[in-house]
């Protein structure tokens, strides 16, 4: 792993947590964008090197809305750059944690992502990030 890409919070109303975390960071956000494949829309903050994730529900049966449905909002993930996303996903699993998917899938920020269920990580719900190379 190559370092912390980005922690992830989940959100019940994306233009309200915008308008607080800009007056929190003190700028706008620099994207947002919609991931149909996980029913989300994301929004991310720049915070010197590092990036905040926001996380808005589109469907009601999304991973996000029944996350905020159990815990409320609040922090969802953390998110790790690596170089070789298959590798390392092949690394994690010979290591005895469990993938929630089988390949890596396009995620938000032109990243492919992978994530690693919470019943292996000690609760925290881990995401692996790869820049997507063109």
């Known amino acids: 792993m190559v370092r912390i890409e980005h922690i992830g919070i989940a959100v019940k109303e994306l233009d309200k947590a915008n308008e607080l975390f800009t007056r929190l960071f003190g700028e706008q956000q620099y994207k947002e964008e ?6 989300v829309t994301t929004s991310f903050f ?4 590092n990036k905040i994730e926001l996380l808005e529900a589109n469907a009601a049966d ?9 815990r409320g909002e609040g922090i969802h993930h953390i998110a790790f750059e690596v170089d070789d996303i298959e590798a390392e996903m092949k ?3 010979r290591e005895g944690f469990q993938l929630l998917n089988e ?4 995620g938000a920020d032109n990243k492919l992502v992978c994530f690693l269920h919470p ?3 000690n609760g925290v719900l881990v995401e692996l990030c ?3 190379k063109s």
């Open 119 to 121: 019943k292996t990580t």
């Open 103 to 106: 390949k890596p899938k396009k």
């Open 62 to 70: 999304s991973a996000i809305s029944k996350y905020i449905g159990k």
């Open 130 to 132: 790869q820049e997507i």
């Open 34 to 39: 919609t991931v149909e494949s996980e029913h």
């Open 91 to 93: 690394r994690l699993a």
């Open 46 to 49: 720049k915070v010197g090197p």
